[in-house]
Every structure is written in structure tokens, then in C-alpha cells.
């Protein structure tokens, strides 16, 4: 099945390419017609998933600035231009109070959530978007502009990368249009500890029924990479099933919250 948003002969990057919301992200713009590269940690699973797609693969950290330089390299090497990079990549830890985080942790997770989408935007404009144009969508998350219980890292990381990219929306266009997606509850692997056990009763907490699935949101993506979004700048597209106007609705109380407050992510 292909897309109705043609992105043929264009090129794009997906960070965090391998598995949830990015394989999702990477597999619909293949389908619109784009040439992928993938970026992930793990080798295997960037090998595996470029040739899945037809596409090019790195293996590295986007916290590791080289790579981000090697990553663009590599498309405009094998694909001879750059039109599309989606900044997925990112991490939930440290987890906890803020009081308890760790200065160090508290870091690296703005390194990976803020600073390497912004050191990838640069390579790109500066190799190829800055003379040619192009797209740029940063995935960020419903709670960015609220708080929640023992994410505060997280979030705080988050609502930096959605202020980043109304930054950028204004200081790079008319060439480069800017935007992010902020998913909800989504059934990634980084989520499993918020919705499962107990999906049922957290989908009950959402007026559309249903925790989000990696598609939904890489829908959302494609159409702001593609020319239908030709007059999309600057702007943050909500896809979290309701989770926003909740209150308003008949739907059960929300149980993501109480799950937060009794589980914590899985280490890598």
C-alpha cells in the first residue's frame, strides 16, 4: 500500500529509526516514495531495517555529534540530496523526583532529547536545506506542557525540543518549514511500563478508546513532511486520542498518572 503524499525521489532521516514510532516513521515515508536512512544504537537492527526498506543505515548515538556529521554524509552521499529529517531519537531517564535526579543524568538527557536535534538540523542546513529547503519534524510529546509525576526530566527535555522548534520554524524559513508531533500514550517499547498491565483501564481514560500505535503518529509526520503541509510552520500537531480534553468527556479517570507514580521505565 503506498501513501497518498508524494515524496517521491525525496530523501530523509529518521533518528531512532528501528522500532516504534521511527520504524512506523521510516516505513510511511518509504511508502510515500522517499529514500530512508535510519540511525539507531543497535548495528544489527539498522542493517536489518535499511534493507527492509531499501534504504541506508548508520549505527551510532545521536548523542555523539561525528555521527550526526556521518549521518547526513550518508544520504547526501548515497540519495545526493537531503529533504526530510525526523528527530525521533530520545530517552526517558532519569526517572524519579527531581530532587533525586542526578546532575550528570539530567545531561545526557538533554544532550540526546535537545542538543542532537539541533546539531542535526545544522548539518543538514549547512550541507544541504539552507540552499535547497527542506523539512524538519521534531517528535516531542502530549505532557510538554504540563507536568505529570516522575517525568519531570522528561518533560522539561521535551518542552525544550517544542520551544527549539518554533525557534527554528522562524529563524529558518522561507527555505525550511519546521514542525513537531506530539504523540500521547503510544505502544512503543519505551512506554510498555505505562501501559502494560492495565491497557484496557488506561484506554478507558481516553475519549477515542484506545492507546495510540506507532502508525498514528507516523501519519502525522508524513503529512508535515509532505507539500500538503507546503503552509505548516511552527507548529505543534497534537495526536494523543483526546488525552488533552479528557476532562470534558464522559470517559474514566485517567490511570496513566497512578502508573507512573508505581513503575519506572526498564534500564537498557
Not at 77 to 105: C, I, Q, S
Not at 158 to 166: C, S, V
Request: proline fraction near 5%.
Amino acid at each position: 500500500m503506498t501513501s497518498s503524499y508524494a515524496l517521491r525521489g525525496r530523501a530523509a532521516v529518521v533518528t531512532g529509526g528501528t522500532r516504534g514510532i521511527g520504524r512506523a516513521v521510516a516505513e510511511h515515508l518509504t511508502r510515500a516514495g522517499a529514500l530512508v536512512c535510519v540511525t539507531a544504537r543497535d548495528a544489527d537492527e539498522v542493517r536489518r531495517t535499511a534493507a527492509d526498506l531499501g534504504g541506508v543505515g548508520a549505527a551510532g548515538s545521536v548523542a555523539d555529534p561525528e555521527h550526526l556529521r556521518e549521518v547526513v554524509d550518508l544520504a547526501l552521499r548515497e540519495f545526493g540530496r537531503l529533504d526530510v529529517l525526523v528527530n525521533n531519537a530520545a530517552t526517558n531517564l532519569p526517572y524519579g523526583p527531581l530532587m533525586d535526579v542526578d546532575p550528570l543524568a539530567w545531561r545526557e538527557s538533554f544532550t540526546v532529547n535537545v542538543e542532537a536535534p539541533l546539531r542535526l538540523v545544522q548539518c543538514a542546513w549547512r550541507a544541504w536545506m539552507r540552499e535547497h529547503g527542506g523539512a524538519v519534524i521534531n517528535v516531542c510529546t502530549e505532557g510538554a506542557t504540563h507536568v505529570g509525576p516522575r517525568i519531570g526530566a522528561y518533560g522539561t527535555t521535551k518542552a525544550a525540543l517544542l520551544h527549539l522548534t518554533q525557534q527554528l520554524a522562524g529563524e529558518l524559513a522561507p527555505k525550511v518549514r519546521v514542525n513537531s508531533v506530539s504523540p500521547g500514550l503510544v505502544r512503543t517499547e519505551m512506554a510498555r511500563f505505562v501501559w502494560e498491565p492495565g491497557e484496557e483501564e488506561v484506554a478507558a481514560g481516553l475519549p477515542l478508546g484506545r492507546i495510540g500505535e506507532p502508525d498514528d503518529i507516523a501519519r502525522a509526520v508524513v503529512w508535515l513532511a509532505s507539500e500538503e503541509a507546503e503552509w505548516v510552520t511552527g507548529t505543534d500537531l497534537l495526536v494523543d486520542g483526546g488525552t488533552r480534553v479528557r476532562a470534558a468527556g464522559t470517559a474514566k479517570g485517567y490511570a496513566v498518572h497512578g502508573h507512573l507514580r508505581s513503575r519506572g521505565p526498564a534500564t537498557p
